[in-house]
């Protein structure tokens, strides 16, 4: 590794965005979550899931507010079931297709 690198260069290499759990929270949810707007518990900044920064280095994947850095999603996917941690995200608006009610 490259001493004369910042932090935020480092960082920006350990991360994915929201993006990534597209597949992932598809076994889940009938609708594609990637395109949801939530609000961080954290600091209330609201945006799509698509801009949070994924990490997938821990056991399952962590999902960080792009702003304070909180945790707003955690999701770990076992043999048989999954864990779906959203304690930090406030609300979650879920766009859905008006022509299907």
């Known amino acids: 590794m490259n001493v004369n690198r910042t932090r935020d260069e480092v960082s920006d290499e350990a991360y994915q965005d929201g993006n990534m759990l597209g597949g992932p929270l598809s076994e889940i949810f009938a609708v594609d979550?990637?395109?949801a707007v939530g609000s961080c518990a954290g600091c209330?900044?609201?945006?799509p899931v698509a801009q949070l920064r994924?990490?997938?280095?821990?056991?399952?994947?962590?999902a960080r507010c792009p702003r304070c850095e909180e945790v707003v999603?955690?999701?770990?996917?076992?043999?048989?079931?999954?864990?779906?941690?959203?304690?930090?995200a406030s609300s979650l608006t879920i766009p859905?297709?008006?022509?299907?009610?």
Not at 73 to 88: E, F, N, Q, S, Y
């Open 33 to 35: 979550l990637t395109g």
């Open 73 to 88: 999603i955690r999701l770990v996917r076992g043999k048989d079931t999954a864990w779906l941690d959203l304690h930090g």
């Open 96 to 101: 859905l297709d008006p022509s299907a009610t």
């Open 44 to 47: 209330g900044r609201r945006g």
């Open 54 to 62: 994924v990490y997938d280095r821990a056991p399952g994947l962590v």
